[in-house]
Nanobody, 116 residues
């Protein structure tokens, strides 16, 4: 089992920045890929960025060049640095961990609101 706890969400003005964190605990040794998703009410959960154990990253086009995913394996923590935030980035963000056994775990979500 892996437990994930997100933090760092909040209210920010357009053009501002936030850094989300996701602390992992439990069977962290089994984690391969980690990722950030977001989900607006009434919409499907959307994958926005992933990072492998080796540090390879992928992003969807709408956040490329604005968001940066990173992980500190020593601290068992995943990050999402979000710059140049737009109102359309407003939603709930979720951390995900996928293990070598192909199990998938989710955090509870953290709300990001971009508004003036």
């Amino acid at each position: 089992q892996v437990q994930l706890v997100e933090s760092g969400g909040g209210l920010v003005q357009p053009g501002g920045s936030l850094r989300l964190s996701c602390a992992a605990s439990g069977s962290v040794f089994s984690i391969n890929t980690m990722g950030w998703y977001r989900q607006a009410p009434g919409k499907e959960r959307e994958l926005i960025a992933t990072i492998t154990n080796g540090g390879s990253t992928n992003y969807i086009d709408s956040v490329k060049d604005r968001f940066t995913i990173s992980r500190d394996n020593a601290k068992n923590t995943l990050y999402l640095q979000m710059n140049s935030l737009k109102p359309e980035d407003t939603t709930t963000y979720y951390c995900n961990a996928r293990t070598e056994y192909n199990d998938s775990y989710w955090g509870q979500g953290t709300q990001v609101t971009v508004s003036s």
